[in-house]
């Protein structure tokens, strides 16, 4: 599963650096086509990959649930890499309309992937290592940025120009949807040579439902719930700022601070290898928080947020200060921002598990349609914005904004988010303590006739 989302969130980003490269080449190798695309073409190009994935979350999340997530997982990655391939010749030769069209085509089957990861782990990962295994599966995403930032700079200054990061990519995401596919697993009941104790310490400690009948969504239900409301909320705003800086901030190095290709790509890693190595600890502190009693499951989510999106709110208020003379501030303090976002990963991003681990899968699937709509606005809404890409004064008001953002997302989820598992999250359960009632209640009624007819 890490790999799959590493190779996801590759494929996500393959455009930031490339498209730098793809318009302007001599930063590059001139030696490739270059493309005259102004900057409200290349924020629509950045922006069309999230047009396909706001459509198919809740969509995927009812194919996960029917068909199964580990098919789904792996047809998703299939179909991204595919294409991938085709975007080089599909840009030169029919223009960046059709580089939009493959984008739109990726996102729609990268739609299903939280979805089909939060139902996988619903039914792996158990409540005392879910921070920890959910962390390690979801910081892939954010070493396949460190990746694919890293390797696109080079790739593209490369003898192979900027072609050959989408066909390295594309290669690799094909080859981890195979691998997924054959080696993985929908459930523990479903993996032939899992040990039995283990099978059983798994599903014990989840509050899952064994049973061969499909459960149907109480989607009426999840709508009404106001913790679910919470966790969109602070989702939608975790999004709105981690999809700004990951596809503005290579423009903003180049434009402000005037550096090439391969710095670019190293700047803009530079942050998330950060935060995926400090992913490591955090998971572990936090589940052993919980394991230990010394937190509760909601007060460790409700830390992890506010750490992970209160940090970044003040850390980008004083990216917004640092002039074009101090990159390495501005590093720096990019490094602060999304290594302390990492936290998340602990906090609102493994709440759907908490609230309902028999539909974490559908629950994500209606967050997430919502929270990445914020994926579509924020580089167009920067777009908006920053009318001179040199202005510092300019990109002040976009850390800003997504500094509001983050603090009022948080908020909502400390007032009103829980960890509580929902009534909602057990049909079944409560279809038989109904039949149970009415039996009990016939019973009682045919006892009391009896008597009657004895007396």
Request: with cysteine; aromatic share 12%.
């Amino acid at each position: 599963m890490a790999l799959g989302f590493f190779c996801c969130y590759a494929i996500r980003v393959t455009t930031s650096v490339t498209l730098e490269a793809m318009t302007n080449a001599s930063t590059a190798n001139p030696a490739f086509p270059q493309f005259s695309w102004d900057e409200k073409i290349k924020d629509v190009i950045q922006s069309s990959f999230f047009w396909g994935y706001v459509c198919t979350q809740i969509i995927g999340s009812i194919v996960a649930q029917r068909w199964g997530a580990h098919k789904l997982f792996s047809l998703a990655q299939f179909a991204c890499g595919f294409v991938t391939l085709l975007i080089p010749v599909l840009a030169e030769n029919a223009g960046w309309e059709a580089f939009c069209v493959t984008r739109v085509i990726a996102g729609i089957f990268q739609g299903t992937v939280l979805p089909c990861l939060h139902a996988l782990l619903s039914k792996w990962a158990p409540m005392e290592e879910r921070g920890r295994i959910s962390t390690f599966v979801y910081a892939g995403g954010w070493i396949g940025n460190v990746t694919c930032l890293l390797s696109t700079g080079l790739l593209a200054a490369s003898p192979w120009g900027w072609p050959s990061c989408f066909y390295v990519w594309g290669s690799i995401t094909i080859l981890s949807s195979l691998l997924f596919f054959f080696i993985g697993y929908e459930s523990p009941a479903e993996h032939p040579n899992i040990p039995q104790d283990e099978k059983q310490y798994i599903e014990s400690s989840l509050g899952m439902i064994e049973t061969e009948e499909k459960l149907s969504t109480p989607w009426i239900k999840i709508l009404s719930s106001r913790p679910m409301w919470a966790l969109m909320v602070t989702q939608s705003a975790h999004t709105w700022g981690f999809w700004m800086l990951l596809t503005k901030i290579p423009s903003y190095f180049q434009a402000v601070f005037k550096v090439n290709i391969k710095e670019n790509g190293l700047m803009s890693a530079l942050p998330y290898f950060t935060a995926w190595l400090f992913s490591f600890p955090i998971s572990f502190i936090s589940d052993l928080l919980i394991k230990r009693n010394i937190l509760t499951v909601q007060a460790s989510r409700k830390i992890c947020n506010t750490f992970g999106e209160w940090v970044p709110a003040i850390a980008l208020i004083g990216l917004g200060y640092v002039d074009k003379e101090h990159s390495e501030i501005a590093v720096a303090i990019l490094v602060i921002a999304v290594t302390s976002n990492v936290a998340i990963y602990c906090g609102h991003n493994v709440n759907h598990m908490d609230l309902s681990p028999n539909f974490a899968g559908p629950l994500m699937g209606i967050i997430n349609t919502v929270a990445n709509i914020c994926s579509i606005l924020a580089p167009l809404i920067v777009g908006v914005i920053v009318h001179d890409k040199t202005d510092v004064e300019e990109w002040r008001n976009v850390f800003f904004l997504t500094s509001l953002i983050y603090f009022v997302g948080n908020l909502i989820f400390i007032m009103f988010g829980t960890s509580k598992i929902q009534a909602w999250n057990d049909p079944v359960k409560k279809d038989k303590d109904i039949a149970m009632n009415s039996t009990n209640e016939s019973s009682v009624e045919n006892g009391n006739v009896q008597k009657t007819k004895e007396y």
